[in-house]
């Protein structure tokens, strides 16, 4: 026989190769469970009902310990309670999906949002990772770039919504996150990532001057929670296409 042959029909490179094949299976069979941990859509998108899977295409619950102490064990097979404030266009399966009511509030398409924990993000010293720039006094807006403190906001209609009161800094990053800007009597924060500073303005092309007063507000004066991040991005996401509605149609 040859060399690394085993018997006639049968040699080391065979061998070698089947059990890659049975490997590679076991592998793609595990990163298919694995992907269903959390996140997998469980129900049908024309009926509702649960989907019965079978457990050997599940994975065993795993618990996650948080860096704040709490733990997290997934999956948990809690069903989203939230109303679903949108009707499919067409009865099949993946169908697109139009809001009801508000669609700049409905939570969905691109003002969707997740369901994150109502506490702020924290550092290893327990202080909020994003805070004002009247708290963390370590920070400040480099010199020569301008500070939009004091300027006025003006919204996708060229009217002015507001004044920009602080500027919110990622501690961590050392970077800017959001603008509190003065609407009225109350305030909302801008992402910074939607705002555009020049010529002495903040432009935001996202939404109009008149929607800044529907924009969700926060619980605390000098913090803001991940929930409230969530619902503040996907408010301004959601106007990228729901805030006029000739956004929605097609271009040509």
Known sequence: MDIGAITGHIDVAQIVLYLFWIFFAGLLFYLQRESRREGYPLES??????????????PAPKTFLLADGR?????????????????????????????TGNPMLAGVGPGAWAERQDHPDVRDDGKPVIQPLRVASDYFVADGEPDPRGMNVIGADGQVAGTVSDVWVDTAEAIIRYLEVSVGDRSVMLPWNFADVRGGVVDVTSIYSDQFGDVPTIAGADQITLLEEE??????????????PRRAEPLV
């Open 45 to 58: 998108d024309v009926t509702g009902k649960v989907e019965d899977i079978a457990d050997i295409f599940m």
């Open 71 to 99: 733990t997290v064990s997934v999956p948990d097979y809690k069903r989203e309670t939230r109303p679903l404030n949108a009707e499919p266009v067409y009865k099949f399966p993946g169908a697109p999906i139009e809001p």
């Open 231 to 244: 619902k503040i991005m996907a408010y301004f996401g959601a106007g990228t296409l729901y805030a006029d």
